[in-house]
Nanobody
Framework: VPLQAYGGGLVRSGGSLRLSCKASGMVFSRAAMAWYRQGPGKQRELVANITSSGTANFADSVKGRFTISRDNTRRLVHLQMNSLSPEDTAVYYC????????WGQGTLVTVSS
């Protein structure tokens, strides 16, 4: 299941970015999707996930700032990130489980202070 994540970049503190992940090779509408991140010197952590029915869950650290959405027609999952802080600097990974766990290649988000 190829997962292609994109949309990362450099942004100033307080700014916004929108990450997207394109999935193929599965029945996208039936799959839960997730975003993880791994900051410098940190373990990979779950940021947000969205079920096939559209129910979303968020890590406490991003609640109220990030939203996750999906476009089943275009096979995309988005992570809208607002009010970014340097603590959000990380490589962000798209993730799904379809028989087994699949990871995208990661997209780097750097938030400058």
């Amino acid at each position: 299941v190829p997962l292609q994540a994109y949309g990362g970049g450099l942004v100033r503190s307080g700014g916004s970015l929108r990450l997207s992940c394109k999935a193929s090779g599965m029945v996208f509408s039936r799959a839960a999707m997730a975003w993880y991140r791994q900051g410098p010197g940190k373990q990979r952590e779950l940021v947000a996930n969205i079920t096939s029915s559209g129910t979303a869950n968020f890590a406490d650290s991003v609640k109220g700032r990030f939203t996750i959405s999906r476009d089943n027609t275009r096979r995309l999952v988005h992570l809208q990130m607002n009010s970014l802080s340097p603590e959000d600097t990380a490589v962000y990974y798209c993730n799904t489980y379809w028989g087994r766990t699949f990871w995208g290649q990661g997209t780097l988000v750097t938030v400058s202070s």
